[in-house]
């Protein structure tokens, strides 16, 4: 009964390389959220979806694109992987947007070489 | 610039001691203030969310406070268990359309028996 589940939990690749993170939330909510969460452990948010449409994009390289199918699912598709992508990703879910507590997925730790 | 500062970065007690910790935050206009509790490996779990009229919110042996005018938050656990070594992430929201959330580093716990 898993609420927020991110797949890979680990994934380790080459630079160049490009990879996809998969996301999906059966806890009803409208939005979903990708953050990064670098190695001094500070989370940033990056993208911020609201019943498949998109309310946040931060500074974030044209690289990486999430693609939201259903309300249910946001996944985030990484092109030619650099040194610096190596992060954990976050995936989190909330009922709507402002007062609601976010939901984490459990990361998906990518290290690039 | 939005800024949220925890301290103290890290903190080493023993099980069944209370202890505080610090939340500064310069984030305006303000919204809410939430503590995220993250075990090693996992994803941050929500703790408490407070608006500007909320003092204090208890959540089990947890207890947050909040200080609108000086914009101070602190979260004190009363005795201690070992399960509660994680991080302590402070977090504060942005009033502005979509929920811009503005994270502390955390306050990194460790209770020892």
């Known amino acids: 009964d898993t609420a927020v589940s991110q797949t890979p939990k680990y994934l380790v690749t080459q630079m160049g390389n490009d990879k996809s993170i998969k996301c999906e939330q059966n806890?009803?909510?409208?939005?979903m959220y990708w953050y990064k969460q670098d190695s001094k452990k500070f989370l940033k948010i990056m993208f911020s979806?609201?019943?498949?449409?998109?309310?946040i994009n931060e500074t974030v390289p044209n690289r990486f694109s999430p693609k939201s199918p259903d309300k249910a699912h946001l996944n985030l598709h990484i092109n030619s992987l650099e040194l610096g992508d190596s992060a954990v990703y976050f995936c989190?879910?909330?009922?709507?947007?402002?007062?609601?507590?976010?939901?984490f997925g459990n990361g998906t730790r990518l290290t690039v070489t | 610039k939005n800024q949220v500062e925890q301290s103290p970065q890290s903190l080493i007690i023993l099980e069944g001691k209370n202890c505080t910790l610090q939340c500064n935050y310069t984030v305006s206009p303000f919204s809410n203030l939430r503590w995220y509790k993250q075990d090693t490996g996992r994803g941050p779990v929500s703790l408490t969310i407070?608006?500007?009229?909320?003092n204090t919110k208890s959540n089990g042996r947890y207890t947050a406070t909040l200080d609108a005018d000086t914009k101070q938050s602190s979260l004190h656990i009363t005795a201690s268990q070992l399960s509660d070594s994680a991080s302590y992430i402070c977090v504060v929201s942005v009033k502005s359309s979509g929920d811009k959330l503005t994270f502390g580093t955390g306050t990194r716990l460790a209770v020892r028996p």
């Open positions: 407070m608006t500007f009229s909320e």
């Open positions: 989190a879910s909330a009922r709507g947007q402002g007062y609601s507590p976010l939901h």
């Open positions: 979806y609201n019943n498949k449409e998109l309310i």
């Open positions: 806890l009803g909510h409208d939005t």
